[in-house]
């Protein structure tokens, strides 16, 4: 079983609409996750870390389920510029380094 | 602003021709991080190093070389020995527990 995995997509949403998406974990020892936003052609920016209580930025809101090994990503009202890949990234703290990126989920918000 | 600088951002190498990444960062952290990201691939580490005069090998090190004489700086050698290095090349910095910063990346192309 691959440590971090995401559903590759697209996932294709008309704008305005509530999109979510899950990234699911091996590792139940894992510590803490983030979610990375990156556009094509650029570098993975941060997006949110997702906090044991679940937490909101806006339109974005991030869950994590510790008994199921998921993390979640809600966006509601979507915007044509939240067209993008989406990193899930996990934290299992083994050895030195420990974070583990998803391949992505991409998705494409229509007019 | 506090950042990470990678230059160049485009970079051609030849058949059998050894090549240096340039990453700096001015936020003081101490882990920095080289990741290679190939077209709808997740990012996969190379090197990383979480204190000055030392670092360890990521999944992909062969082929590569890294060097840590000073905190800022986290040069990245592409060895001739690199058979297909053609990739974008992700510079990452991180302090405690939060995710990592990325620079804009490197284009690597083989001529």
């Known amino acids: ?111 | 602003d506090g950042g990470i600088t990678q230059s160049p951002k485009y970079l051609f190498r030849k058949e059998g021709q050894n090549v240096t990444l340039s990453c700096e960062q001015n936020l003081n952290h101490d882990a920095m991080y080289w990741y290679r990201q190939d077209p709808g691939q997740g990012l996969r580490l190379i090197y990383y190093s979480q204190i000055v005069n030392d670092f360890q090998k990521g999944d992909i090190a062969e082929g590569y070389s890294v060097s840590r004489e000073k905190k800022e700086s986290f040069p990245l050698t592409v060895t001739s020995a690199q058979k297909n290095p053609t990739a974008f090349y992700l510079c990452a910095s991180r302090t405690g527990g939060y995710g990592y910063t990325f620079g804009s990346g490197t284009r690597l192309t083989v001529v």
């Not at chain 1, 139940?28 to 930025?57: H, I, T």
């Open chain 1, 1 to 111: 079983r691959k440590e971090v995995e995401q559903d590759p997509g697209p996932f294709n949403v008309p704008e305005g609409a509530t999109v979510a998406f899950n990234c699911t974990y091996s590792n139940s020892a894992s510590q803490s996750f983030f979610w990375y936003r990156q556009d094509c052609r650029k570098e993975p920016k941060l997006l949110m870390s997702v906090y044991s209580s679940g937490n909101e930025d806006g339109r974005f809101t991030a869950q994590l389920n510790r008994a199921s090994q998921y993390i979640s990503l809600l966006i509601r009202d979507s915007k044509l510029s939240d067209s993008a890949t989406y990193l899930c990234v996990v934290n299992s703290g083994g050895g030195a380094d420990g974070l583990t990126f998803g391949k992505g989920t991409h998705l494409i918000i229509q007019p």
